[in-house]
């Protein structure tokens, strides 16, 4: 069960989670943390490892953006953060960035050659465990799945943090 209370304190809104794991034979100890000006109690600590405006799924952080930039801009862009473009490891991980990216296209972290083989940008070769539409060199997430386009195309990209 979660349980929210919400305080006035020096002027500021502080908000305080509090979670109760019912029916484990765990006790777990909350983490705090601050949140621009918001104190989070929370059993779960990836709730407040991921920077303003990233979406956490699965212990990861994702950045969605909301302008437009070619291929390698995007990167330049994610490595402002210190991560890079995402890679896409699991089914679910897929139908979460699908889902989560709207109707935007946005490119991934991932560069196919002319024979269908890829490689993801941090340096593990594409096993084409989905497919990726196209011929060209850089990919993106459309409607459709994943699909090719000429790499100074601008489109939205998505980055991805690891928490640690």
Known sequence: MTQSIQVAALAEEVTITENNHQGTDQEEQGLMCRYKKTILISATPCQCLCPVDWVNFQNKCYYFSKEERDWNSSRSNCSTHRVD????????????????KGSYDHWIGLKMTGDQSGQWVNGTKFNKWFAVKGNEECAYLNDDGAATARCYTERRWICRKEIH
């Open 85 to 100: 473009l995402t890679t896409i490891d699991t089914e679910e991980e897929m139908r979460f960035l699908s889902g989560y």
